[in-house]
């Protein structure tokens, strides 16, 4: 038999009311009362003393503010049946489904629940998670934007000319600013996929430790990390790199901005030609991801297992908040762009096909539509092997700055910022 005791001091502005339950029906009645509008509640039971297992007591409070209807108000959890004008207990209890973590309490003077500010510090902290690598591709895309202008003269105009002469050209014909041709656009693309990525990156690998239960993630779990930040964040933003490849495509200049060219392609070929080469993206992005971020944290776990490693942990550590964020480096400042270099190339050289034939997918119409195999074949045709590696030297020279300023960027803004 359930105990049940009703409680229900005055209120001015609304009511407030509570019942002794037994444990087992905590989760059922906490989730129903939680679920009205307005309400806030609370199910705990004390600690068993003595042998003894007294009931729970669930709170429930409804005010009214300002005519605007009900609002939260305080919740609290009695200690037993009989100190009903007693303190609150922080106990073992379930709120409305949580699981046996602890009880939301709230403070009469409004203050927000236990529960309402983890999830606020929990948003925060996501949103400077992201901002960080936004912020690493801005810097970095900006710092190599003439590689990239390079690297897709070769693979989108197919352009014939020696490095120095394209460039001599470009100078010439477009002036400084031609180097950095569509780098809004860019930014626009590769600032949320980084934000993404990044982000997706540590949260998988977080997850993979958590369902493993290992102190450390394992070499493979960091594959998979990697590749399935790789794979969430091509899904999410492949649709403006189409849109950029479409502007410095011959002809593309005619269309005007983003919108003209993002309008022209739906209004002629449909919603999804916004999504070309999404295959190809992803089979490249899978392993480009994971041999990225996997290399990066092999390096970076070998240092820090090192003797020197351990020092500078150490030495971190007695210096705490007092020194700056490039000291607060784990690695420092010559190794986190080391290797973030390295990582970069090696994704780079054993994708870098992929990324050929899903830049020449993203330029065919409808009319001469193929898939992914054919226009790898279509390409190995005309150009052999070495065709599907054309412009694989200034992208390695792009990508060398790109990934070490790109890694670098995002650990200190997460050192700045104060990301958890």
């Not at 590769?190 to 239960?213: C, E, H, I, M």
């Amino acid at each position: 038999m359930s105990w049940l005791e009703m409680w229900l001091p005055a209120a001015a502005e609304g009511a407030a009311a509570g019942l002794f339950l037994d444990a087992g029906d905590a989760a059922a009645h906490g989730a129903l009362l939680a679920a009205m509008p307005g309400c806030s509640a609370s199910f705990g039971v004390p600690r068993r003393r003595r042998g003894r297992a007294p009931p729970g007591f669930l709170s429930m409070t409804m005010s009214v503010k300002g005519g605007r209807g009900f609002a939260p108000a305080p919740v609290g959890l009695l200690t037993g049946g009989d100190d009903k004008g007693g303190g609150v207990e922080v106990a073992e209890g379930l709120v409305a489904g949580r699981g046996a973590e602890g009880v939301v309490l709230v403070e009469a003077d409004g203050k927000l629940t236990e529960e309402e500010a983890h999830s606020g510090a929990g948003a925060m902290n996501t949103t400077k998670h992201l901002w960080s690598g936004a912020v690493a591709a801005m810097v970095s895309r900006t710092v190599v934007a003439p590689l990239e202008r390079l690297k897709l003269e070769y693979i989108v105009r197919g352009e014939q000319r020696n490095l120095f002469e394209l460039i001599q050209a470009i100078a010439t014909t477009e002036g400084l600013k031609g180097f950095w041709k569509g780098n809004l656009v860019n930014i626009l693309r590769t600032a949320p996929f980084k934000a993404v990525n990044f982000y997706a990156y540590d949260s998988y690998r977080k997850q993979l430790l958590k369902w493993s239960g290992n102190e450390e993630t394992t070499n493979l779990e960091r594959f998979i990390a990697g590749a399935s930040a790789g794979v969430t964040a091509t899904i999410m933003c492949i649709p403006m790199d189409t849109i950029r490849t479409k502007m410095v495509a011959p002809g593309g200049e005619a269309l005007g901005g983003v919108i003209g060219v993002a309008r022209h392609m739906i209004q002629t070929e449909g919603l999804f030609s916004l999504y070309k080469g999404l295959v190809p993206s992803l089979i490249s992005m899978a392993p480009s991801g994971a041999v990225f971020y996997g290399v990066y944290d092999i390096l970076k776990m070998a240092y820090l297992h090192s003797p020197e490693g351990k020092r500078r942990i150490s030495m971190m550590k007695q210096q705490g908040q007092e020194a700056n964020a490039l000291d607060q480096l784990e690695l420092g400042t010559v190794r986190t762009l080391l290797y973030g270099a390295i990582a970069g190339c090696c994704a780079e050289a054993a994708t870098y096909p992929f990324e050929v034939v899903r830049r020449q997918l993203q330029l065919q119409v409808k009319a001469t539509k193929m898939n992914a195999l054919a226009t790898c074949l279509k390409i190995v045709d005309k150009g052999g092997v070495p065709a599907l590696y054309v412009g694989l030297i200034p992208s390695l020279l792009q990508v060398l700055p790109s990934a070490s300023i790109s890694y670098f960027v995002y650990e200190l803004m997460k050192i700045v910022l104060k990301v958890e």
